[in-house]
């Protein structure tokens, strides 16, 4: 099982990150629309144990309308505790079909919880991937993972974000509670 090591940043300028990135040479992998829906118990087992079970449906933004969407299972343990950098358990992986997928999970207890859209650009520098991520009611961030504390810092460094305060919040515990604040009733937070 992987331990996914993470450091999440909010962005006032998303152009201004990507124009270091082409600066320091990094390679862009792609830009996609994600629709992530969660799962949980009735009794919300998993958001109570600090747990995420998700399904994750991806579709190419690079100019192929025409591919079909990937769709993955991502399983995220309990976080780190102690760590400035968000450090957890992810088992992950992919399956043909969302509604298969899906129909499995309520058989097992599991309810579609909240979900939500996300723009994601992919980049990679000196080991380490690099999303500048756009969620509707959140805004812009970067996320950079990499194998260990010091690869992610020092590309946040090269990056001119080293001294910008990390967020460990996941994107689900942000956008879950926008959507009450915001006294949302759909399950699916869109663009």
Not at 102 to 127: D, P, Q
Request: proline share 2%; aromatic share 6%; charged share 30%.
């Amino acid at each position: 099982m992987a331990i996914e090591l993470e450091a999440k940043i909010r962005l006032d300028d998303v152009a201004a990150v990507r124009a270091t990135l082409l600066e320091i040479g990094a390679s862009k992998l792609g830009h996609r629309l994600e629709l992530n829906i969660y799962f949980d118990t009735t009794d919300r087992k998993l958001l109570a144990g600090d747990e995420g079970l998700r399904i994750r449906s991806i579709w190419s933004l690079d100019g192929n309308s025409a591919a079909a969407a990937k769709h993955v299972i991502t399983f995220k343990g309990r976080q780190e505790a102690g760590s400035a950098l968000k450090s957890r358990e992810e088992i992950e992986f992919n399956v043909d079909q969302n509604e298969p997928a899906t129909e499995l999970l309520k058989r097992l207890g599991y309810h579609a919880e909240l979900g939500f859209e996300k723009r994601r650009e992919s980049w990679s520098f000196a080991g380490c991937a690099i999303e500048l991520d756009e969620l509707p009611l959140l805004g812009t961030f970067v996320e950079v993972e990499g194998p260990s504390r010091d690869a992610v810092m020092g590309t946040l460094s090269k990056l001119d974000l080293g001294a910008r305060p990390l967020i460990t919040e996941s994107y689900i515990s942000m956008m879950s509670r926008e959507a009450t604040r915001l006294g949302l009733h759909d399950r699916v937070v869109r663009f």
